[in-house]
């Protein structure tokens, strides 16, 4: 008698454990709505600050709740999943998965491949979508975040299928990374690191549709409190399979999952393009190249061939698109060097201190220019033409200037017209623009100095972070190269 009332005390006492450690989860989930969205350069980062705080705290009283003792290694699946693809009709002949050094696993070429020569078909019934996977996901079809957003969609979706008793797609979801090392995996001091890069995001501006890394962070912070809530207070069948099991670590696997490997596909009926996870060919990792895959109408396939020769035991890679190494380093966790499409982002803006700021700005408005932008700048011959070229010629003029170009009719020409090394007012532009790249090399250390962190950096994460900045600038030094021939024009 005495043994039993012990037990009831003491499931008594964990039950209410537990509901004091909800509580406290909620209240921390509460703190990551608080605050405005609109955010300067200084409060963008305080606010990261504050969010990965909360989130350690959150991650630590979740921790009960994410098991992952019974999680297989990658390598340890591999016969599994290939098996899925067969059972499935997908033929894996020509290729087989490898794990490569500094790429993890990826696709080797089983014999020689000729460029154009078909490495995979993927039929439609093995691409992981919100139409072919998670049927339950139909109860929050009206949810605003699930109807406006496809990857936080795809995110619920995989998540609602990891936790079924049964799926359909357990082993292609084992053979999934079990971290990554995207910016929502990175710590304060790593993010520390980035803190003068554009990559970073530490820069409001209402002009840039990119989304890097602090503001990824923050949004997905808020995603996750979203759901928390959303499953804790709902009775529909993804609440009730999710709402014990979801944990931010989860989250920002299922987002991590979704952001490095998504691509989109065409609906059955043809009229909206569906974004997707498509197993196996989600192994190729990217090299330059040309995109050679598309989606066949006729035989209902994923279709990739090779997008130059391989030989057998080659890696073969694939062209993810024109990417700058930020978009790769923030959506896909990886640097990739000698980016031919990379671009460094520029902030340039007319300082509220700037004793003729009114006229700029008025002429600024004139040309159709903001008062405050990114511009990509990129090593090429014509670096110094259209927008970048204008805003700079506005930045630099002085009074007679602005009031000469104020009352011109070819205001257009400060944006059309080519620079000229003779002109007075060009040699000011190419000075201060060599000057601020300068200036900006300062806040690195020498590419030497981080190419040898890069490659001694014990973390993945800390690694990238490195890698990042020494991608950042060589590309700066090649800029600089390429504004020095401007003084020869």
Same mark, same amino acid.
């Given at each position: 008698?005495?043994?039993?009332?012990?037990?009831?005390? #003491?499931?008594?006492?964990?039950?209410?454990?537990?509901? @004091? @450690?909800?509580?406290?989860?909620?209240?921390?989930?509460?703190?990551?709505?608080?605050?405005?969205?609109?955010?300067?350069?200084?409060?963008?980062?305080?606010?990261?600050? =504050?969010?990965?705080?909360?989130?350690?705290?959150?991650?630590?009283?979740?921790?009960?709740?994410?098991?992952?003792?019974?999680?297989?290694?990658?390598?340890?699946?591999?016969?599994?999943?290939?098996?899925?693809?067969?059972?499935?009709?997908?033929?894996? &002949?020509?290729?087989?998965?490898?794990?490569?050094?500094?790429?993890?696993?990826?696709?080797?070429?089983?014999? /020689?491949?000729?460029?154009?020569?078909?490495?995979?078909?993927?039929?439609?019934? +093995?691409?992981?979508?919100?139409? !072919?996977?998670?049927?339950?996901?139909?109860?929050?079809?009206?949810?605003?975040?699930?109807?406006?957003?496809?990857?936080? *969609?795809?995110?619920? %979706?995989? +998540?609602?299928?990891?936790?079924?008793?049964?799926?359909?797609?357990?082993?292609?979801?084992?053979?999934?990374?079990?971290?990554?090392?995207?910016?929502?995996?990175?710590?304060? &001091?790593?993010?520390?690191?980035?803190?003068?890069?554009?990559?970073?995001? #530490?820069?409001?501006?209402?002009?840039?549709?990119?989304?890097?890394?602090?503001? $990824?962070?923050?949004?997905? %912070?808020?995603?996750?409190?979203?759901?928390?809530?959303?499953?804790?207070?709902?009775?529909?069948?993804?609440?009730?399979?999710?709402? /014990?099991?979801?944990?931010? =670590?989860?989250?920002?696997?299922?987002?991590?999952?979704?952001?490095?490997? $998504?691509?989109?596909?065409?609906?059955?009926?043809?009229?909206?393009?569906?974004?997707? +996870?498509?197993?196996?060919?989600?192994?190729?990792?990217?090299?330059?190249?040309?995109? !050679?895959?598309?989606?066949? =109408?006729?035989?209902?396939?994923?279709?990739?061939?090779?997008?130059?020769?391989?030989?057998?035991? /080659?890696?073969?890679?694939?062209?993810?698109?024109?990417?700058?190494?930020?978009?790769?380093?923030?959506?896909?966790?990886?640097?990739?060097?000698? #980016? %031919?499409?990379?671009?460094?982002?520029?902030?340039?803006?007319?300082?509220?201190?700037?004793?003729?700021?009114?006229?700029?700005?008025?002429?600024?408005?004139?040309?159709?220019?903001?008062?405050?932008?990114?511009?990509?700048?990129?090593?090429?011959?014509?670096? +110094?033409?259209?927008?970048?070229?204008?805003?700079?010629?506005?930045?630099?003029?002085?009074?007679?200037?602005?009031?000469?170009?104020?009352?011109?009719?070819?205001?257009? &020409?400060?944006?059309?017209?080519?620079?000229?090394? /003779?002109?007075?007012?060009?040699?000011?532009?190419?000075?201060?623009?060599?000057?601020?790249?300068?200036?900006?090399?300062?806040?690195?250390?020498?590419?030497?100095?981080?190419?040898?962190?890069?490659? !001694? *950096?014990?973390?993945?994460?800390?690694?990238?972070?490195?890698?990042?900045?020494?991608?950042?600038?060589?590309?700066?030094?090649?800029?600089?190269?390429?504004?020095?021939?401007?003084?020869?024009?």
């Amino acid at each position: 008698m005495g043994r039993k009332s012990s037990e009831k005390s #003491n499931k008594k006492r964990q039950n209410g454990a537990l509901k @004091q @450690q909800e509580k406290e989860i909620f209240a921390e989930c509460e703190k990551l709505f608080q605050g405005n969205i609109s955010l300067n350069k200084n409060q963008l980062w305080s606010n990261y600050q =504050e969010i990965s705080t909360i989130l350690e705290k959150i991650k630590k009283l979740e921790v009960c709740k994410s098991d992952s003792s019974d999680v297989p290694e990658r390598e340890d699946v591999i016969e599994e999943f290939v098996d899925w693809l067969h059972k499935n009709e997908v033929n894996t &002949d020509g290729v087989s998965i490898h794990k490569f050094p500094d790429y993890g696993l990826g696709l080797k070429a089983n014999s /020689d491949l000729n460029e154009n020569d078909l490495i995979l078909k993927i039929p439609r019934k +093995l691409i992981f979508n919100v139409s !072919t996977a998670a049927a339950e996901l139909k109860d929050l079809e009206d949810d605003i975040l699930i109807k406006h957003m496809p990857y936080v *969609a795809l995110a619920i %979706a995989l +998540l609602i299928e990891k936790y079924k008793s049964t799926s359909l797609w357990k082993p292609y979801l084992n053979i999934l990374p079990k971290k990554y090392c995207t910016v929502l995996y990175m710590s304060i &001091d790593d993010m520390m690191e980035l803190k003068e890069s554009p990559a970073l995001g #530490n820069i409001s501006n209402r002009h840039t549709t990119r989304e890097p890394a602090l503001k $990824q962070c923050r949004n997905i %912070a808020r995603q996750y409190s979203y759901f928390k809530k959303l499953f804790h207070n709902s009775k529909n069948s993804v609440s009730k399979l999710l709402a /014990d099991v979801f944990t931010y =670590e989860e989250y920002r696997w299922a987002v991590s999952s979704i952001m490095t490997r $998504q691509n989109v596909i065409p609906s059955e009926n043809q009229s909206t393009m569906v974004h997707s +996870l498509i197993p196996m060919w989600d192994m190729c990792n990217h090299s330059e190249g040309k995109i !050679t895959t598309n989606f066949n =109408e006729i035989s209902n396939c994923c279709e990739c061939y090779a997008m130059k020769s391989f030989k057998k035991d /080659d890696q073969i890679f694939i062209y993810y698109g024109s990417r700058t190494n930020t978009e790769f380093f923030v959506h896909s966790g990886f640097v990739y060097p000698d #980016n %031919a499409n990379d671009s460094y982002e520029l902030h340039l803006g007319i300082g509220s201190s700037d004793k003729l700021r009114s006229e700029k700005v008025e002429l600024l408005s004139k040309i159709g220019l903001p008062v405050s932008n990114q511009f990509p700048l990129k090593p090429e011959p014509n670096l +110094l033409t259209g927008a970048l070229l204008g805003f700079l010629r506005v930045f630099n003029m002085t009074k007679d200037n602005l009031d000469f170009w104020l009352k011109s009719d070819t205001k257009l &020409d400060i944006v059309k017209k080519d620079f000229s090394s /003779d002109d007075v007012l060009d040699k000011s532009v190419l000075n201060f623009i060599m000057t601020r790249i300068k200036l900006l090399l300062t806040k690195y250390r020498t590419l030497e100095e981080d190419k040898i962190q890069a490659l !001694t *950096a014990s973390e993945d994460c800390r690694k990238l972070v490195l890698q990042m900045k020494f991608s950042e600038k060589k590309l700066l030094n090649r800029v600089l190269s390429s504004l020095e021939s401007y003084s020869k024009v």
